[in-house]
């Protein structure tokens, strides 16, 4: 018996520990920008886009018929390739970039100090698929380009005819083949954590290295067919997929090309999903983009697409950082938080600081001890002389009428709450009006500023027929008559608020800012 107590508590604690981190079943990716904004305008699809390292100042460094930077107002042209349209380009470091000059066929870097070219790997003018240094080796049309996170000395890059991934020493230009199948023209790559996602014809591939040095390719989402279907990898299509930038955790965004729209690319349930704007109907199917998108980078919160023929477009308002405050009700020891749409939730979590990931959002969720207490309330109010009030033989029958109304409110109260035993019943008159406040034992945090609306209906319902017999008070003067509370405009004679006071006793409650001090 003792072992089966202890097996069910650890079942119970992995049930709620998925609570914290699994969504529904019928969990669907997406994620909603505001409507995009044009950022840079051209007349040339942009190829490849990074924040500009050297300049420092918010600038995006472009690729396009050259190698350009703007901050979005006039650009400067930084490398011209005669007869080569440039392709991806990588800062190496804050002064150096490489770039793939995709009609020569080779490697150049460009020194943003003096702004000069050199040749770094493969022959210029010359196509083929040879391994060798500067002037030996060969690409065909190389396209995207990415640091070796595994080896930063070495230049991972996109061989787009040759189908294979090359890798080029930064040192001596010797260049040399990664793995050259499962590809379909690859183009652009990027990082996700120690594997490699690939941009292909029509879908996603990853490339992943073993423990033993093995090198191996995947067709990871979409299919050699072009199309437009979201929902798993297996199932998913896409028509000529290009850029790909990271959002978030195991989340990515896709710039689906000749179907005009970006994808979200969803490591973690393996699904694509639409990418829409704003303002649009429900999320179920990517927005129309301006022009056909080419290129795709995060900077910060906001996410920018490089175009076909439109310039660069700025997306905001969604991938970013959210700080969250939850506070725990007075006398619990934990909260509940629930994502908004999805069932991550951050259920029984006690005072501290915790992160839940999102779609390409990160949850900073503080639960914190509520500063001020809020209690509910039972409170009447009556027309009467507050001289009646005030007279001692009065209150020998005020004072045990308003108790025995506290023991038949306590039938109303349950099982919801039940009136305080801790805090006794009290009363104020001021300008002939009498105001009497049962207090109960159920207290919310700061975060609640009414009376919950579901509790008001039930406590409501339950007084249905003893409302009047449940606030009249007795005088013995005049006559041992018995008072009837005011009933307000819609005929309620007993009232719920909620009362506030401070957490800490050593301070006072401000009413008028709703603050302790």
């Not at 992995?14 to 997406?30: E, H, I, M, Q, R």
């Not at 022959?123 to 690409?139: A, D, F, I, P, Q």
């Not at 290295?209 to 067919?225: E, F, H, Q």
């Not at 104020?428 to 105001?435: A, Q, V």
Request: proline content about 4%.
């Amino acid at each position: 018996m003792k072992y089966s107590l202890v097996l069910i508590l650890i079942i119970l604690a992995a049930v709620l520990v998925l609570k914290l981190v699994k969504c529904d079943t019928d969990y669907k990716p997406s994620v909603s920008f505001n409507k995009p904004e044009l950022f840079h305008n051209t007349d040339w699809r942009i190829y490849h886009m990074e924040p500009d390292l050297y300049r420092d100042d918010g600038s995006i460094m472009f690729s396009y018929k050259y190698l350009n930077t703007t901050d979005g107002t006039t650009p400067t042209t930084l490398a011209t390739i005669q007869s080569s349209s440039i392709r991806g380009f990588k800062q190496v470091n804050k002064t150096h970039v490489a770039v793939a000059a995709h009609s020569q066929h080779c490697i150049k870097m460009l020194n943003r100090v003096d702004n000069s070219l050199r040749t770094l790997a493969g022959t210029c003018g010359s196509t083929g698929y040879v391994e060798g240094g500067v002037g030996t080796g060969r690409l065909y049309y190389p396209y995207g380009i990415e640091i070796d996170v595994r080896n930063p000395d070495r230049l991972l890059v996109t061989d787009y005819f040759n189908h294979a991934l090359r890798s080029v020493d930064l040192h001596t230009g010797e260049l040399s083949t990664v793995i050259n199948s499962g590809f379909n023209h690859p183009r652009y790559v990027v990082w996700a954590d120690n594997k490699l996602l690939v941009s292909n014809y029509h879908y996603i591939s990853q490339v992943s290295w073993g423990a033993d040095g093995s090198v191996t390719n995947i067709k990871l989402a979409g299919s050699l067919s072009p199309g437009y279907v979201d929902g798993s990898f297996n199932t998913s299509r896409f028509y000529s997929p290009l850029g790909i930038t990271r959002v978030g955790y195991n989340m990515y965004l896709v710039a689906d090309c000749d179907n005009k729209v970006l994808r979200l690319l969803d490591l973690n349930s393996k699904q694509v999903g639409p990418v829409c704007f704003d303002g649009e109907t429900s999320c179920t199917i990517s927005s129309q983009l301006p022009d056909y998108p080419w290129s795709i980078l995060k900077v910060g919160e906001d996410v920018y697409v490089g175009m076909w023929s439109k310039g660069i477009y700025k997306l905001s308002g969604i991938c970013g950082p959210h700080n969250v405050t939850v506070y725990l009700d007075p006398g619990q020891n934990t909260a509940t938080y629930t994502l908004p749409g999805c069932s991550y939730t951050t259920a029984y979590l006690s005072e501290g600081s915790y992160k839940f990931l999102k779609q390409c959002s990160v949850y900073t969720i503080n639960v914190l001890k509520s500063p001020i207490v809020r209690r509910l309330m039972f409170v009447s109010r009556y027309d009467v002389s507050c001289m009646l009030v005030k007279n001692a033989y009065n209150r020998e029958t005020l004072i045990p009428s308003i108790s025995q109304q506290k023991r038949h409110l306590q039938t109303i109260c349950a099982p919801d709450c039940n009136m305080s035993a801790e805090i006794e019943t009290w009363y104020k008159c001021k300008n002939n009006e009498l105001t009497v406040y049962w207090p109960t034992d159920k207290t919310f945090s700061v975060a609640t500023k009414e009376v919950p609306n579901k509790l008001r209906d039930e406590l409501r319902e339950r007084l249905v027929g003893h409302e009047t017999e449940y606030s009249n008070v007795k005088f013995q003067a005049p006559r041992n008559r018995t008072v009837e509370a005011r009933p307000n405009t819609r005929g309620e004679r007993i009232h719920f608020l909620l009362s506030s006071t401070c957490a800490d006793k050593t301070l006072s409650y401000n009413s008028a800012n709703d603050l302790c001090n």
